[in-house]
């Protein structure tokens, strides 16, 4: 297990009219799900309609010892993540985002040890290798192997370094910033670096062997580390929906067989 310090941070985005559950959601899988791991813990608020929704909102983590970190609305989730950077001086840095549910015990403990691996430089919940290049002809063709930002963890150097450069003012620019072809997960592997999918299992899943983590838009996802609207939303579709999007995220790689199982 890591001994260098660690930071969670969470972003509680006050934008969406059901932001309250969202946080309690997480705030009861934090309080479920012990970490593993020392850390402090950072709630990045943005997005607040005023002052009183803003005050309101601190009720949800009620017990917890939160560091407060209040940024704009501006630049989507990887830019808050980047403008609270300047108040975190933990080695780790884990970032969780408003629809983040924790799902297993130890699940701090679990990304750092693979972060600390050698040789690794990413580590996150769920991942895919979907294209977008149907929205826009920019983006890599399939397979475009890329980490999900919904829950993911770095080293604070390479974060710093990374988060900051990508400018996103649209929903497009949060796409390309995740899977595009200057997106984290390719900028990560140009450092000569991985990316690991890490399961509730702790097992930490090289791009190869992505397709056979159980995590995200697989079987039953039955190897979630943390969920989040996309899982759960994998979760409440029927049967050919489901096999069309693990189908859209992994191609032939998951056997149709393993996916309506």
Known sequence: MST?????????????????????????SYRAHPAGHD?????????FADATQRSAAEEAFDGLPVQAIDTDDLSFDLGAYADALSRVREDHVCFLNTNAELNAPHWLAKLLRNLDSPGVGLVGATGSFESLRYIN????????????????????????????TYAIRSKLDAFFAESGPDGLTRRVMALGLTCLIVGADGRGYAPPLWPESETSRQG??????????????FEAMDARARTEVTFASWGRAIPATVIEA
């Open 39 to 47: 850390h402090a813990l950072y709630v990045i608020f943005k997005g």
């Open 220 to 233: 039953g996802q039955a190897n979630l580390l943390v969920h989040d609207n996309y899982t759960r939303g």
């Open 4 to 28: 260098r310090t660690a930071a969670v941070l969470y972003l509680a985005r006050g934008y969406d009219a059901d932001h309250a559950d969202r946080f309690r959601r997480f705030a009861a």
């Open 137 to 164: 002809r920019l983006f890599p063709d399939f397979p475009n192997p890329h980490l999900r930002t919904n829950a993911f963890a770095m080293r604070r150097e390479h974060a710093a370094a990374l988060l900051g």
